[in-house]
């Protein structure tokens, strides 16, 4: 099923202003909170997650809300290779995206002597080798683009405080996201020149799915919105000025 939602005001997609962004793991938590923030700016969405239920439930929460959008979304699995590359063409063939947040991320909790056997891979198939395939499926018709000296792009990468320090339990998902922060930072250097922008972003404990249970009461964690507010704040920069890297945690610091 392919939910769309576009008023005569978007043809072609993103000429009234509107910018298109692609949010990857946009269904719940920070992901869905980052949608929700361009949604109401006004900017056309085209997302995914694994599941259908909870994406085009998202979906119908924003269209509600931002009927003046347009808002293209299916399911695909991003820890496969040829499911990045269709996202990214499925992307590609309604428009060239203005920003692109890699998102989609998963936490399994371990350590490098015990975590199961597979643990590495699959940690780093969903939290890296995502990123690195959808953004280059997209990545060749933004450089066009920008080098036509039409806007600039943008890339997120979502990291995390398990990208910059090592602690204990981190095993294979701090390891897969320093090997994102790694990408992120070469990304970086590569895009220079060509108009590009490139923000590592690197949350704390933030209250998601992936909190399962998590009593907030006390407010010790932080909320996606609070990631999503500062990756909003960092897209809307001069083009000359570049946000590179995000480090939020909690006021009390990480648990
Ligand atoms: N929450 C934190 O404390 C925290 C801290 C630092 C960094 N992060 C990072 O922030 C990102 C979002 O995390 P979150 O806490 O918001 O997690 P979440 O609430 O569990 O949401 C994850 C989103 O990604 C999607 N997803 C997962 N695997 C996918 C795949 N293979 N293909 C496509 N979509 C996939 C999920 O939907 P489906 O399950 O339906 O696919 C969901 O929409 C992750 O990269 C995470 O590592 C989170």
Redesign the pocket.
Known sequence: MLVNQQTSEHSPLGEDGGKNVII?????????AIAEIFAANGHNLFL????EV??YKTVEELITRFPAITIKARP????KKEECIAFGNWCLSFAVPDILVN?????EPGSVYNEPDGTLESQLS??LL?AYHVTRTVLPKMMERTSAGKNSGHIFN?????SLHAYANGGAYSIS?FALYGFSKNLREEMKPHGIKVTSVH?????????GNYDNSTKR?ME?GDIARMIYAASQLSTQACVEDIVIRPQLGDL
């Open positions: 990857t793991g946009a269904s719940k938590g920070i992901g869905k995914c997650s694994r599941g909870a994406l695909f699995d991003v820890s998102n989609a991320g998963l936490f969903t939290n995502s979502m990291c995390s405080i398990a996201k949350p704390g404990a933030v209250l998601s799915d992936s909190w964690i996606a």
